[in-house]
């Protein structure tokens, strides 16, 4: 094992004990395939312009020196390289996946061989371990939590109480997590700050949209190699996710149909150009139906009983919860496995409904998760918004807060100039026009 791996373990060792068995380097499939870990990073590295400019500025002035971080995310090629910035920046960085199937066993093996990055991650862990993979970063009393999903913030405030104390603040990345902060800060349970990444407009304008658009695809496609174009598409949710995932679709020769429960947004659909239509309806002409709601039961009982033979199903949403399984489950004569990703539910009817990647985000499962080059502003949002904790948690409440503005539009500019994108200013007549009131027509 290289140098690096036992100074660090030694290092997070004597930082938190472990009581759940793991070592404190870390918790991998398979170390081996460090190699093959460290040169996907690489590879996406090089569409990370934004976070790379803010890792050689973090490597310079070290603003998170002496910061401990725990970072539940899922753990990919992208999140490495957050890692790594957040490490130049003087940071302790442990991470754990945020979905027991989105972990990609060679990164988390380069995070621990080559960066000496504890890492607790395995792709297809079951629940316990998922957990006790959680419990391992807690374990070593971060003064940071940075999650995707709420679920480490979530065992801190339960099951972890003491931990609490050393925490100071707390990012989180995605929409179902920001939902359950809200939650908990309605309920008065929140114990410190959290600056909710996902409402940047650098992020959910484009991770979500665009980067889940493009990425569902790809999963399902992987997963079935199905011809899109001909199919009906049912997308059920159209916010920043569904709007994504609805236009690759279109573009590909899908029709698209999309179900909503919020009127305005059902109503932004129809005038994209989708057939708004209610579950009910969509359930019998859908070829293949993707949730993207971050609610429960999106899809159930009356919907599979309703489609038609070879429907295929797949969720894109934060949680495994916007399928009914259970459900289709008992629906069901058959549960077969019939390729990766793949399940056959044989229904009393006779028609089949395939399940794709246990109905866990399929982006992750069967394919990468977003572009690099999208990530880059996610993940730029985080490192600034950790930066901006680091300097300003004192100063905040016990809320779910905004990226700061200047943040957003740092992120914006610098992005833009990595793509070689020059904007217009506004003239000192233009300036004073739209800070004065005075002038009609
Ligand atoms: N797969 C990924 O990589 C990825 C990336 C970003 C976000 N997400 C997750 O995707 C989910 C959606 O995120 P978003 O940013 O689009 O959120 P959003 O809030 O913008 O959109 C969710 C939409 O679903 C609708 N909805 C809720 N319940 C519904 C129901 N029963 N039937 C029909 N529509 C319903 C809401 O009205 C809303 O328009 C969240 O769980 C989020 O965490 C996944």
């Not at 391992?136 to 939590?145: G, K, N």
């Not at 932004?268 to 359930?283: L, Y």
């Not at 999106?298 to 259970?326: C, Q, T, W, Y």
């Not at 957003?408 to 004065?436: F, N």
């Amino acid at each position: 094992m290289p140098k690096a791996v036992t100074r660090r373990s030694r290092r997070a060792r004597a930082a938190a004990p472990s009581h759940n068995g793991h070592a404190a380097a870390g918790h991998v499939k398979d170390i081996g395939l460090a190699r093959e870990g460290r040169l996907r990073i690489e590879w996406a590295e090089r569409s990370m312009p934004v976070l790379r400019a803010i890792r050689s500025r973090f490597a310079k002035e070290r603003p998170l020196k002496g910061l401990r971080i725990a970072a539940c995310l899922h753990v990919t090629t992208e999140t490495a390289n957050l890692a790594r910035t957040l490490q130049a920046g003087g940071a302790e960085v442990f991470v754990c996946g945020s979905n027991p199937l989105s972990t990609q066993d060679d990164v988390a093996a380069a995070l621990v061989a080559h960066y000496g990055i504890p890492t607790f991650a395995i792709k297809g862990e079951d629940h316990k371990t998922y957990y006790s993979h959680i419990v391992s970063c807690i374990e070593a009393r971060p003064h940071l939590t940075m999650d995707d999903g709420c679920d480490l913030v979530t065992v801190l405030h339960t099951k972890l109480k003491p931990y609490l104390r050393g925490v100071f603040a707390g990012t989180e990345e995605t929409s179902t997590g920001v939902t359950r902060l809200r939650a908990m800060a309605a309920n008065g349970v929140l114990r410190y700050p959290v600056v909710a990444i996902n409402d940047a407009d650098t992020k959910h304008l484009f991770d979500n949209r665009y980067g889940t658009g493009q990425s569902t695809m790809d999963g399902i496609l992987r997963a079935t190699n199905m011809l899109i174009a001909g199919a009906t598409v049912v997308v059920i949710g159209y916010g920043w996710c569904g709007r994504g995932v609805a236009t690759r679709a279109k573009g590909m020769g899908a029709t698209v149909v999309v179900a909503e429960i919020n009127p305005l947004r059902a109503l932004e659909a129809a005038m994209d150009g989708f057939q708004v239509i209610s579950m009910a309806e969509a359930a019998p002409r859908g070829d293949l139906f993707v949730t993207l709601t971050g609610n429960k039961s999106v899809l159930r009982r009356e919907h599979f009983a309703a489609m038609k033979d070879g429907a295929i199903v797949a969720n894109s949403g934060h949680f495994n919860v916007e399928i009914d399984i259970p459900a289709l489950e008992r629906l069901s004569t058959s549960r077969r496995t019939v390729r990766n990703f793949v399940e056959e539910f044989k229904l009393r009817s006779g028609r089949r409904v395939y399940l794709l990647g246990e109905g866990r985000l399929i982006n992750l499962a069967a394919a990468e998760g977003h572009p690099a080059m999208v990530m880059d502003m996610s993940f730029a949002n985080q490192s600034l918004s950790v930066e901006f904790l680091a300097r300003k948690a004192k100063t905040l409440k016990r809320e779910v807060y905004r990226v700061p503005q200047a943040i957003d539009e740092q992120v914006a500019r610098l992005k833009l100039r990595s793509m070689g994108i020059t904007i217009d200013t506004l003239t000192p007549e233009q300036d004073k026009y739209l800070r004065s009131w005075s002038e009609g027509t």
